[in-house]
C-alpha cells in the first residue's frame, strides 16, 4: 500500500506509521505525557512498521522487545497533536533494530528519539530493504553510554549493599501483559515512573520536598535505556530497587531495578537520566549545594 501524506519534520529513509495526540489523562504531575505513554505510542508504531514490512503478527511482537534507548527531546502536553516514524537500523538473522522519532505533527517539533532491539529469532525474516545508513541524531545515546554501564546486581541483598532503596511495589496486572501474559515493554516504563515519588522522597532535602509538594518544583526524565532480562508475567509479584549513580550540574543518573519477587531475579534494568524542572517556566533547575550535599551521601556503592 503506497500512503503520501504530509509528515512535518520526516527525515529521509523513515516511514511515517502511527498518527495520535496527547490526552489530558495521559498526562502525570508535571502536566506533560507520562513517559510510559510515550513508549507506548512509539511501541504501537514499531507493531506497523514490522507488521507491514515483514508480515510480523502485531499482537506477539511486543513480546520480542529486550531493550529500548530512549531520549525524551521536548515536552509533549495535553492535545500536542503526534506522530511517530520508524526504519530499520540493523538487521541480522537473530535481531532487528528500529529507530522511532515522535514529531509533534504540525511544527515537525522532535519530542522523543527511541532505538528498540528486538529478538526475531526463528522467524526467518527477508532483508529489510530499505535500512538507515546510521542512527538519526536525536535517537543517538547522549548521556547513557550502554557499553560502559556497570554490571547490575543479580540478587536482592547485592543490591541492598550496593545502596539501593525500594521505591515500588506491586502485582502485574492483566491489562499490563499481551494474549500470553507476558509484560509488556511500555509498562516496565510505566511502573518505574510510578515509583520515582518514592525515590524523590529519599533523595530530596525538605526544602526541595516542599517545593514539590506546593507544586514548584516537578521532574523530568531526559534519557533512559531498559533492558528486559527475564519478562515478566501477569500476577507477578515485582519491587523496584532505585538509587542515584552519578550527579551533573542540573542532572541525576539513576539506577532502577525490577525485581520478580516470584521468581528470585531481576526481570528487568533501567538506567536513567533525569532532572528537577521549574514548573512555572518549565526549565531544568541546577542542584542546590544542600542538595548536592545530600545526595553524594546517597550515591550508589561499586
Known amino acids: ?5 504530509e509528515a512535518p519534520g520526516a ?10 495526540s496527547v490526552n489530558q489523562w495521559e498526562c502525570d504531575e508535571n502536566d506533560h505525557l507520562n513517559v510510559r505513554y510515550y513508549a507506548c505510542k512509539i511501541n504501537e508504531a514499531v507493531q506497523i512498521l514490522l507488521s507491514r514490512q515483514f508480515g510480523i503478527d502485531a499482537e506477539t511482537l511486543p513480546g520480542r522487545i529486550r531493550g529500548q534507548h530512549i531520549r525524551f527531546l521536548n515536552e509533549a502536553r495535553a492535545a500536542t497533536p503526534l506522530r511517530v516514524d520508524c526504519a530499520v537500523a540493523h538487521q541480522d538473522e537473530s535481531r532487528l533494530s528500529v529507530v522511532s522519532l515522535m514529531h509533534e505533527n504540525v511544527s515537525g517539533r522532535p519530542l522523543a528519539g527511541f532505538v528498540s532491539d528486538i529478538d526475531v529469532s526463528g522467524l526467518g525474516l527477508a532483508a529489510a530493504g530499505v535500512t538507515l545508513p546510521d542512527v538519526p541524531e536525536p535517537a543517538r545515546p547522549r548521556g547513557i553510554d550502554p557499553a560502559a554501564l556497570p554490571a547490575a546486581p543479580q540478587t536482592w541483598d547485592e543490591a541492598r549493599d550496593a545502596g539501593y532503596r ?3 511495589r506491586g502485582v502485574i496486572a492483566r491489562a499490563e501483559c499481551d494474549d500470553d501474559g507476558q509484560m509488556l515493554p511500555y509498562a516496565y516504563v510505566g511502573r518505574i515512573s510510578d515509583g520515582m515519588p518514592n525515590l524523590w522522597g529519599y533523595l530530596n532535602p525538605p526544602q526541595t520536598q516542599s517545593a514539590q509538594s ?3 518544583l516537578g521532574g523530568a526524565a531526559l534519557e533512559q535505556r531498559l533492558d528486559i532480562i527475564a519478562p515478566l508475567r501477569r500476577g507477578a509479584v515485582y519491587s523496584q530497587l532505585s538509587g542515584v549513580r552519578a550527579l551533573g550540574n542540573k542532572t541525576q543518573q539513576m539506577a532502577h531495578l525490577i525485581f520478580d519477587e516470584s521468581r528470585q531475579r531481576v526481570a528487568a534494568t533501567m538506567e536513567a537520566v533525569g532532572l528537577a524542572m521549574d514548573l512555572e517556566t518549565r526549565r531544568a533547575v541546577p542542584i542546590s549545594a544542600e542538595r548536592r550535599q545530600h545526595l553524594e551521601g546517597l550515591l550508589l556503592r561499586g
Open 11 to 20: 527525515l529521509p529513509g523513515m516511514t511515517p506509521c502511527h498518527w495520535g
Open 214 to 216: 506546593t507544586g514548584e
Open 166 to 168: 525500594i521505591v515500588g
Open 1 to 5: 500500500m503506497s500512503e503520501q501524506f
